[in-house]
T-cell receptor, first 112, second 114 residues
Framework: DTGVSQDPRHKITKRGQNVTFRCDPISEHNRLYWYRQTLGQGPEFLTYFQNEAQLEKSRLLSDRFSAERPKGSFSTLEIQRTEQGDSAMYLCASGLAHYEQYFGPGTRLTVT | AQSVTQPDIHITVSEGASLELRCNYS??????LFWYVQSPGQGLQLLLKYFSGDTLVQGIKGFEAEFKRSQSSFNLRKPSVHWSDAAEYFC????????????FGAGTILRVKS
């Protein structure tokens, strides 16, 4: 069991640029989740995939954010036209059983 | 609205002392309950979970938690804290009526003094 991996671990970008993050879930897990965590807060849900289908999106996920999970394996989260308010830790989690989620190490995004 | 409350932002305990971290939630039915631990700059590690059955659940690293329906609480405990337990702890709740997500509390930072 290699765990959930995320790439990159850190990303510094300038305001207005696009960024893309990748998540590789635990191989047998069909459920995949994205969360965002800001300093001093718990993670906030962004979106959920079951296999390749995106079944739920938070209202936090503005139209600048898009997520995909082609073929039901890895997932990508893209942020277009980044803003300083997008600076946060982006966490990916995967699971088999409903609600039971295993998290990756996260991608720390800093928008300057 | 759904909410998960961790009343203590910071807790400091001496190494070897017992620990209790509080978590209260506001949901109608019995939710799915979790505790996670996060070290600085890292992801979250699942400590334990409660779905149904015995209300006292055991987790990894010597942690346990007790579900009390009457108090809508799921407090985390450890009988003897080690310096390596210093981290941030998050309570999380899943409930069918709120979709597929987990809702997290704001976290409690645990400091351990020697």
């Amino acid at each position: 069991d290699t765990g959930v991996s995320q790439d990159p671990r850190h990303k510094i970008t300038k305001r207005g640029q696009n960024v893309t993050f990748r998540c590789d879930p635990i191989s047998e897990h069909n459920r995949l989740y994205w969360y965002r965590q800001t300093l001093g807060q718990g993670p906030e849900f962004l979106t959920y995939f079951q296999n390749e289908a995106q079944l739920e999106k938070s209202r936090l996920l503005s139209d600048r954010f898009s997520a995909e999970r082609p073929k039901g394996s890895f997932s990508t989260l893209e942020i277009q036209r980044t803003e300083q308010g997008d600076s946060a830790m982006y966490l990916c989690a995967s699971g088999l059983a409903h609600y039971e989620q295993y998290f990756g190490p996260g991608t720390r995004l800093t928008v300057t | 609205a759904q909410s998960v409350t961790q009343p203590d932002i910071h807790i400091t305990v001496s190494e070897g002392a017992s620990l209790e971290l509080r978590c209260n939630y506001s949901y109608g039915a019995t939710p799915y309950l979790f505790w996670y631990v996060q070290s600085p700059g890292q992801g979250l590690q699942l400590l334990l979970k409660y779905f149904s059955g015995d209300t006292l659940v055991q987790g990894i690293k010597g942690f346990e938690a007790e579900f009390k329906r009457s108090q809508s609480s799921f407090n985390l405990r450890k009988p003897s804290v080690h310096w390596s337990d210093a981290a941030e702890y998050f309570c999380a709740v899943g409930a069918q009526e709120y979709g597929n997500k987990l809702v997290f509390g704001a976290g409690t930072i645990l400091r351990v003094k020697s």
